[in-house]
């Protein structure tokens, strides 16, 4: 069965930086694309960053971009993102996901559409003064 355990959030003053974990279980994320969505209340889900399990690609949000970095630890079976240069607007609920399990979640990233099978229950992140 497919699960996720995030951590990493917070508050964080604009300019800060946060870095959130997501493990994985039940599958191996090397295996599969895996990525970050983000949602603020009253707002529609924003795609934020992706992997492609094929080939390790990565994609970002245009307002994400320069900013944010995904990565993962195929050891630990662990995806993250590093948040740098936060900004009052990234405050949301922030999700991770892959392309394993039997849901079905389309998110834009970029260019491309994602669609994830399954993601974690969120992590709040606050960017405020």
């Known amino acids: 069965q497919v699960h996720f355990v995030e951590s990493g959030g917070g508050l964080v003053h604009p300019g800060g930086s946060l870095s959130l974990s997501c493990t994985a279980s039940?599958?191996?994320?090397?295996?599969?694309?895996i990525g970050w969505f983000r949602q603020a209340p009253g707002k529609e889900r924003e795609g934020v960053a992706s992997?492609?399990?094929?080939?390790?690609?990565?994609y970002y949000a245009n307002s994400v971009k320069g900013r944010f970095t995904i990565s993962r630890d195929n050891a630990k079976n662990t995806m993250y993102l590093q948040m740098d240069n936060l900004k009052p607007e990234d405050t949301a609920a922030y999700y991770c996901?892959?392309?394993?399990?039997?849901?079905?979640?389309?998110?834009?990233?970029?260019?491309?559409?994602?669609?994830?099978?399954?993601w974690g229950q969120g992590v709040q992140v606050t960017v405020s003064t």
């Open positions: 992997i492609v399990g094929s080939d390790g690609s990565t």
């Open positions: 996901a892959a392309d394993a399990g039997g849901g079905l979640l389309g998110v834009r990233i970029g260019e491309r559409i994602f669609y994830f099978a399954s």
């Open positions: 039940g599958f191996s994320l090397d295996l599969y694309t």
